[in-house]
Structures are given as structure tokens and as C-alpha cells.
């Protein structure tokens, strides 16, 4: 025989609310522990500080231009023809790596750069660059020869 029980039955029923409650928070704490765990890499930067470092005065670049009537400047400066080589050989003396730049203007004498860059290398100067223009306007090569235009169709 079978006795009903005073206390009324009800069926366990599965909460869901507070099952996604506990969801999100396990979900947010392995996105701190994983985030905690991440080591930040990057690139080292050197910031300014407080007190001024003087500025390097070493030069690594010159620029040497030559005009006409073997008219010398460096970096827009006029040189004399005596004062070339000694400034060649100071800048080289304070820095043995220094880069020099030769360029003629149009009315520059070829000899006149050869001699530049003749002092240069006597200057101990290992670094030498040209800066080369087009001719604009100049004279027309002879046909047949390098770097000509070709000759006109016959008609």
C-alpha cells in the first residue's frame, strides 16, 4: 500500500539564468588570467630627458660644387683655391668616414673637378660621390657615336 507523501511532489527542473550567470563570469576570468599571462613585446624607445645632450657636430656629409673659373664652394661656401685641400684634410681628421659629394656646374671646367676629387683622395677621402644632369640644351653629339640621337629618316 501505498501512502502519499504531506509534502507535495514537484519535478528538479534545470535553471538556465543562473547557469549562464556562472558562464560569463568563468568566461571573463579565463580572459584575465590568459590577458595577465600575455607578455607585452616591443620596441624600445629612448625618450628624451630633462637635460639637453649637445648636438653631435661631426659632419658625415660635405657637398663640393665647382663653377666656373674653378670657383670651389662647400655647402654653399666659397673656398679658396689654397684653403681646398687643408679643409679636405680637417673634415676627414674629425671624421675618417665622412662622405663628399663633387658636382660641376655647367661651365665647369672638366680638369677642374678631376682636381677636387684628386685632393680629395689625397685627403685620405674614400667615400666620393658625382652628382651627374643631363646636358640641357647643349650641343648635339655626331651621329654614330655612344649615347647620339639617330640620325633624321631620309625623305
Known sequence: MRLA??????????????????????????????LSQTHMKGIKVALPSATAVPPNTVKDYVSIRVGAGNAVSFDGQLVNDDDILPRLFRLHEANPGIKVSISGEGMARHGDVITVLDKARRAGIEKVGYQIRAAQGGPAAAPGTPGAPPPPPPH
Open 5 to 34: 507523501s504531506p509534502i507535495p511532489h514537484k519535478r528538479a527542473r534545470i535553471e538556465i539564468i543562473p547557469l549562464i550567470d556562472i558562464m560569463f563570469f568563468l568566461l571573463a576570468s579565463f580572459m584575465m588570467v590568459s
